[in-house]
């Protein structure tokens, strides 16, 4: 990847760190900008006591908390009240009954004249008033007031004039009764009541005189509650009904009011809460906006940080995704606006998969997989489309598949009819994704919506596939980025410069595929780009068209041109192939990649052949004068071509070599190149340079094995 001019420029002003803030200050901006519209509320031009201009739905999930709360005090109220038995209270009131009416017996058997029937005369009033003050002094008295004051002086008249037999009559009615009423239960609340009831039941009864009056005045004090409200378990209860009661919620999408229908203050107060009113204004959704840039920021931030590359190839790729990534924001944008037409569910149609694919075609997997989440959490605001700062799961699911499934499609990128093709697999993924979204919804749709929905999602895979295809010449031509694909396009034997090399050079030619044979197989053994090294073989030797027959390979059936040049010439001549071949495909706009191998492969090897001829010749000669310009290799791949140009060559020069003389090769050169500082300016390994060679011998010995000797067929009429 090359770096732009106009960035080489801003470069040279700021330093790395500052240069690499500054964009992501600048993506940060831009992401707020394109997100800012979509958080900001859409209210409703609406007043109390209006009718509503239309339906108005809720855009999220929304408590109603006056309505919740009234349906708790509905719980609570219909909690019945709890009553706690009180223990012996029927044994109480027969015992203060049966005791009351034995102090009178025994105040009359003190006195027997008063309801004697020996004497018919009546008593002295002095005689029946000495019998009260006495049957008062004996009266039983309960806790909250004595029977003296509850029962009137006529009362206790009334029960010392009757006789023995009538109280004892009046003391089993009265208890007998009040014990039905008391043994039904009878509350504190109900006391009252419950009296009326004992005297009805009484008076259904005939007594003497005024003992009819006595005995219900006698029932009225004896009897009580038998069950009395108990406070702390009736709240306990309320309290559990309380709790269970659910919150009344208006689910996203419910009518919270009819077309038509008044706004009344409990309505006006929750289109208020949602946000949904005029004279509604937040920070909130911008606040939370700003925070979900920063989440993003941070995040690429992060991921850029810990990224194992050189800062200036660190700093291409965050521009490169920065740019992708706000294409793809504007994409939503543009599909956002189409929404406005009122189609249904279009939003379906965003390509979400062109984030992912391009940026495995130029990049890589990783930051093209960090995009698409980063992305289908965009896709959540853009689409959503309601009154206040919500978010949309299902579009933020779809694009999320959308865009892995487009990754893992993308299984070759050397040619773009794998692009189609996986743009044909994401667009059957998202057809699958819908239908989940659709089917789990619960909503029942028509014929023809699902066509449209089959539709959106077969146009969203396929055009995934268009703009990655249309976007990649525009960015391999504007960051210089040799990706997979424009390198099988560059190993074409119909590229004008191998087919010059062909023509001209043609053992060239071959020894280059050769070389590209080893070289791709040694690259792939160390995670070095083994594709990158088969086309740069292809095209290191390019120079050697220039002058073809000064080289050996190229040299059948004519005499060697060295043989009548002087060292000097031929050293020049030599040379002078590695920076033709590089001004050749300079001249071609080849890739700076390609041009690099070529004019790197030798390095600054020395022209041993040459430099000794010339000392032979006794001639006064320099070791740095032999040696080739360089640079040395600066990346692995040029490093493996510079190893292998040289085993291909040296083998080839042996007639049959064992095994064991290609491994003595490959060392030898291996070893050379080491001693001579060649890799000293590129990052490969003295492991990694073990694998290099034990890769580069099994693709020899497979090239150059042994080969069976057939034998010459027999003349015709000779015996077997």
């Given amino acids: 990847m090359q770096t732009h001019p106009f960035l080489l420029k801003i470069r040279s002003f700021l330093s790395y760190r500052l240069f690499t803030n500054l964009l992501f200050v600048l993506l940060g901006i831009i992401v707020f900008g394109v997100l800012y ?367 892995v499934s487009g990754i893992l499609f993308l299984v070759s990128r050397n040619q773009r009819s794998n692009i189609l093709r996986a743009g044909i697999y994401v667009a059957l993924v998202n057809i699958l994704i819908l239908g989940f979204l659709i089917l789990l919804s619960g909503t029942s749709y028509s014929n023809s919506e699902y066509v449209y929905y089959i539709v959106f999602a077969l146009v969203s895979g396929i055009m995934s596939s268009i703009l990655t295809i249309g976007f990649l010449p525009f960015f391999e031509a504007g960051f210089g980025i040799l990706s997979s694909m424009r390198l099988v396009e560059l190993s074409s034997p119909t590229q004008p410069l191998l087919k010059k090399l062909l023509t001209d050079a043609p053992g060239t030619y071959h020894h280059s595929v050769m070389v590209a044979n080893l070289a791709e197989a040694a690259c792939e053994a160390i995670g070095a780009n083994g594709l990158l090294a088969r086309v740069g073989c292809y095209y290191h030797d390019v120079g050697k068209s220039k002058r073809p027959h000064f080289f050996i390979e190229n040299q059948l059936n004519m005499g060697n041109p060295h043989d009548r040049v002087s060292p000097e010439t031929s050293r020049d001549v030599i040379i002078s192939h590695a920076s033709d071949g590089a001004q050749m495909l300079r001249k071609h706009k080849l890739p700076k990649e390609i041009v690099d191998i070529a004019e790197q492969h030798h390095g600054t090897t020395l022209l041993k052949f040459f430099y000794y001829k010339a000392k032979e010749q006794g001639k006064d000669v320099k070791e740095e004068e032999y040696r080739y310009p360089g640079p040395k290799p600066q990346t692995r791949e040029a490093a493996v071509i510079s190893i292998a140009d040289s085993v291909e060559a040296a083998v080839r020069s042996k007639k049959s070599p064992t095994q064991a003389e290609i491994q003595k090769l490959v060392h030898s050169i291996v070893q050379d190149r080491l001693q001579d500082g060649q890799f000293n300016e590129c990052d490969i390994s003295l492991k990694q340079l073990e694998t290099v060679k034990r890769s580069l011998c099994e693709t020899l010995s497979g090239i150059f094995h042994p080969r069976i000797e057939y034998p010459e067929l027999q003349a015709k009429g000779d015996k077997a």
């Avoid at 009033?125 to 009260?132: I, K, R, S």
């Fill in 37 to 403: 519209g979509n958080v900001t509320p859409k209210t409703l031009d609406i007043h109390l006591y209006e009718d509503a201009p239309t339906t108005i739905r809720a855009p999220k999930k929304f408590v109603d908390e006056e309505a919740t709360a009234k349906k708790k005090e509905e719980a609570k109220a219909e909690v019945a009240s709890v009553y706690t038995p009180k223990e012996g209270a029927i044994d109480n009131s027969t015992s203060l009954i049966h005791s009351l009416l034995e102090s009178v017996n025994e105040v009359k058997s003190e006195n027997p004249q008063a309801g004697g029937e020996e004497d018919l005369k009546p008593p002295s009033t002095p005689d029946l008033n000495e019998q009260l003050k006495l049957l008062k002094a004996k009266l039983p008295k309960d806790k909250n007031n004595n029977v003296t004051n509850s029962l009137s002086d006529d009362v206790l008249k009334t029960l010392l004039e009757a006789s023995e037999d009538d109280l004892s009559r009046v003391e089993t009615i009265v208890s007998t009764q009040m014990k039905i009423i008391m043994e039904n239960g009878v509350k504190e609340e109900e006391l009252n009541e419950a009296k009326l009831n004992l005297e009805q039941r009484i008076t259904n009864y005939s007594f003497k005189g005024d003992l009819s009056t006595a005995a219900v005045k006698l029932g009225k004090v004896a009897i009580e509650p038998t069950l009395y409200y108990d406070a702390e378990k009736t709240d306990e209860l309320k309290k559990l009904a309380e709790a269970n009661v659910e919150k009344v919620e208006i689910i996203e999408g419910g009518v919270i009011v009819e077309d038509g229908e008044l706004i009344t203050p409990k309505k006006y107060s929750i289109l208020k809460s949602l946000g949904m009113v005029e004279d509604t204004f937040s920070f909130r959704p911008y606040i939370g906006l700003a925070l979900f840039v920063l989440v993003v920021i941070s995040s690429l931030y992060y991921f850029f940080y810990t990224l194992e590359v050189t800062e200036e190839r660190k700093q291409n790729y965050l521009i490169l995704t920065s740019i992708v990534f706000v294409i793809s924001l504007l994409i939503m944008k543009i599909v956002g606006l189409i929404e406005q037409l009122e189609i249904n569910d279009i939003v379906f149609i965003f390509p979400a998969a062109f984030t992912g694919m391009i940026l495995r075609i130029l990049l890589n997997e990783r930051i093209a997989m960090m995009m698409v989440f980063i992305l289908s959490a965009c896709s959540s605001i853009v689409f959503h489309q309601q009154f206040s700062g919500s978010i949309d799961i299902e579009i933020a699911i779809y694009t999320l598949f959308s865009g």
